[in-house]
């Protein structure tokens, strides 16, 4: 074999190894859900799902309700056990929850405030957890108290 026919069984193997990977390696999962704060539907409220294998962010809508569709493995979760910590941060002036590319800016200077009571906040103190599981997962409303 001549060097031109190593070079092109090399790019077949490389090419061979490569297109299984670009899958990201699985089945994902769809992620539905609903956060109530006093019975109450809490919009664009921040939810945070916090496993071993990694996790995702979803934000709530008028409905409270939440989605991660499962179309990728950035719109997904794998499946296992995870905390789930919710907040919203609102402008102190607006009450308003800024945009999500102002998010981390409001909250950095101090110009905001959160509305989520601590314990739903806070990885150590949070009473949320759920299993996911490959498939469809419709979770049970987050029923959150202020007091």
């Known amino acids: 074999m001549n060097s031109r026919h190593w070079i092109v069984a090399g790019w ?37 799902f916090e496993g071993p294998s990694g996790g995702n962010v979803a ?33 102190k002036k607006t009450g308003q929850a800024p945009p999500p590319e102002e998010y981390g800016q409001l909250e950095a200077s101090g110009l905001g405030k959160q509305v989520v009571p601590f314990k739903y906040t806070d990885r150590e103190n949070t009473p949320l957890n759920v299993d996911i599981v490959e498939g469809k997962n419709e979770l049970k409303p987050f029923e959150l108290k202020s007091k």
């Open 12 to 48: 077949m193997v490389a090419l061979a190894l490569a297109i299984p990977g670009c899958s990201g390696g699985g089945n994902f999962s769809r992620i539905t859900g609903q956060v109530l704060l006093d019975s109450k539907p809490l919009s664009e409220a921040r939810v945070t």
């Open 59 to 91: 934000v709530t809508n008028e409905e409270g309700k939440f989605e991660l569709d499962g179309t990728s493995a950035q719109k997904s979760l794998k499946a296992g056990k995870y905390l789930v910590l919710v907040s919203k941060f609102v402008d």
